[in-house]
């Protein structure tokens, strides 16, 4: 097997298990921080008719040039990866990382709460990769600073506020 299919394999039960875990325990989350009230949820199968999740390394501009997302939402895709060969016989031994980008909008002045949103979406992302993955080594998640930036409409007046995050997790692939 290839990289590539090693990458597809880690990608699908990624999906998999989001679609399956995340959305409840950000619903807990939410509760156990006291902002039940800016719960969401994400559509990771895509057939609830929200469009809030997408494939593929995207940035918030091309997101409103090519879409209409409704928020929070997030894209999701698969990075580099390597052989490490740490297997053997293996055809692929070695690491793929995961990545998860974030948006959180608020229209209007910036409100209370949206902190706490985005520190309960990382306790759901933890939530949901902490179960353990058959074939999958899961080596904890990572973020980077956080991303705010103006929302502007069509005409560029200031629709609200974009909190942007991106989180990664790096997998031991053995396939």
């Not at 949820?41 to 008719?49: E, H, K, N, V």
């Not at 501009?61 to 090519?66: K, M, P, Q, R, V």
């Not at 409704?70 to 390597?82: D, E």
């Not at 209007?108 to 939530?127: F, N, Y």
Request: glycine share 8%.
């Amino acid at each position: 097997m290839s990289s590539v299919q090693a990458s597809r394999v880690l990608r699908l039960n990624l999906l998999a298990r989001f679609d399956a875990l995340f959305n409840d325990s950000l619903t807990t989350a939410c509760a156990e921080f006291g902002i039940g009230d800016l719960s969401y949820a994400i559509d990771f199968s895509q057939s609830l008719g929200v469009q809030n999740f997408f494939e593929g390394n995207r940035s918030f501009e091309g997101l409103l040039f090519h879409h209409e997302p409704t928020f929070p939402a997030v894209a999701f895709w698969i990075g580099p990866g390597q052989d490490r060969q740490l297997a053997k016989p293996r055809k692929f031994s070695g690491e793929i990382t995961a990545y998860w980008r974030f948006w959180f909008a608020v229209e209007g002045r910036l409100k209370p709460g949206l902190v706490d949103l985005r520190e309960a979406t990382e306790s759901a992302m933890i939530q949901t990769l902490d179960p353990e993955m058959p074939g999958f080594g899961y080596h904890g998640l990572g973020w980077n600073d956080i991303n705010e930036q103006v929302w502007l409409d069509q005409e560029q007046k200031a629709i609200g506020y974009v909190q942007e995050i991106v989180y990664s997790a790096s997998f031991e692939v053995n396939v």
